[in-house]
């Protein structure tokens, strides 16, 4: 990660941070926090706990005073961090009824307390460094939250509504933005903070290209779906078409066929698909396949960040030709920070842009989201290219 200036850290920063994770399961039950439906949804009481764990982990146990809340939520709330011990099982969060919401919640307090005292001193360079960190891992499960929600309540027949402001804006008319020839450059070269995989600013040749303006609408997927988009394996890479066979996958996640038409799950509860909101919660075999229906294709996530000025990007995480890979000069940090990104770079493809349940301050061109191509829970969409 590129380091930041410590004036950027406040206490009210850091509060404020904390405090709108609990807000987005301000209108859950208790009940709603401990259900895993499916091995890559984590309960909401798991992210609430884990963001509070990476404070401690990695800023509070340096203290020399300080004593850990309760030694088992080293274990219970680790995630991926092999460099500090052992975790339980991603596809078991779901069974700790225990601890409880409230528990969570002391927890959060408590280490919000130990983290707000902390701030109010000198701190060194490093510590402020892996702070940022932390604030930023917070947001980025900010995120998940809304996915992990939205898949939990998703799959109830009630169809809960949430009182959440979600919406995406109509797409308006298509049109394709010519990008000329030539070496570009790639990659984070600001002051502020990123991502270490954004890192390693690097020239790219790009020949000839165009870009859409706009996403793909409902309307225009729901024509690919009735001209037999699902059924034509020739659209499909060969994963993709076995993954949607295996699956019965005919149309987007939340979509249903109803004697009424189609109608897909919100966090708003169960509504009528508008036609020219973009289509949303595709997987990269989905978009690939669209594209490969229109003779066109996806852009690389190098088109697309050159490209980014061109367009209004934001509603949707935008799924890229590009396999997750480091840039040049790439390299990982030392310890259990290293294993934030680098680790992930294989058989995942990159989205870019950023969405609208993303938290703030995590949109920008350089930004490098990150999916196994069959994954469809994310608020993720489609923008086609095609080469001239």
């Known amino acids: 990660m590129q380091l930041i200036q410590s004036n950027a850290i406040t206490k009210e ?63 219970f709330f680790n995630s991926y961090y092999n460099n500090v011990g052992d975790r339980v099982i991603r596809a078991e969060r779901g069974v700790m009824t225990r601890p409880v919401l409230q528990d969570i919640l002391d927890y959060r307090r408590h280490v919000n ?6 701030l109010e001193m000198d701190l060194t360079p490093d510590l402020y460094d892996i702070i940022e960190i932390g604030l930023q891992h917070e947001q980025q499960h900010q995120e998940l939250l809304f996915y992990d929600i939205k898949y939990i309540l998703g799959h109830q027949p009630s169809f809960p509504i949430l009182d959440f402001k979600v919406k995406l804006k109509p797409v308006t008319e298509q049109r394709f933005v010519p990008i000329s020839e030539g070496l570009y450059i790639i990659g984070y070269s600001g002051e502020g903070f990123c991502f270490d995989n954004e890192l390693g600013p690097h020239k790219i040749f790009l020949n000839d290209f165009a870009i859409a303006n706009q996403l793909v609408s409902n309307k225009e997927y729901l024509e690919f779906m009735k001209a037999g988009g699902y059924e034509d394996f020739n659209l499909w890479h060969a994963e993709g078409w076995d993954f949607i066979q295996s699956n019965a996958i005919k149309a987007p996640l939340y979509w249903h066929k109803t004697t009424d038409g189609w109608k897909h799950y919100t966090l708003n509860g169960f509504k009528e ?112 290219a095609k080469s001239i």
């Not at 030709?321 to 390299?331: K, Q, R």
Request: glycine letters at 4%; one cysteine or more.
């Open 13 to 75: 920063r850091f509060l404020g941070v904390r405090a709108l994770t609990e807000s987005i399961c301000s209108s859950l039950v208790p009940e709603d926090t401990v259900v895993q439906p499916t091995e890559f949804v984590s309960p909401p009481k798991w992210h609430l706990a884990h963001t509070t764990w990476f404070f401690e982990q990695f800023v509070l146990t340096k203290k020399p005073y300080y004593s850990w809340y309760k030694e088992d939520y080293s274990y």
């Open 113 to 118: 307390s130990e983290m707000a005292a902390i």
């Open 273 to 384: 698909i508008h036609p020219d909101e973009p289509v949303v919660h595709v997987s990269f075999y989905e978009a690939f396949a669209y594209a490969q229906w229109k003779d066109l294709r996806l852009p690389t996530e190098f088109e697309w960040e050159v490209a980014s000025s061109q367009f209004d990007y934001g509603q949707l995480w935008e799924w890229t030709y590009s396999a997750y890979l480091p840039y040049p000069n790439y390299t990982k940090a030392e310890g259990a920070l290293g294993e934030y990104n680098g680790k992930f770079m294989v058989n995942q493809m990159v989205l870019k842009g950023s969405s609208v349940v993303t938290s703030p301050n995590h949109s920008r061109p350089t930004y490098r989201n990150f999916f196994h191509p069959n994954m469809r829970w994310q608020y993720a969409g489609i923008r086609l």
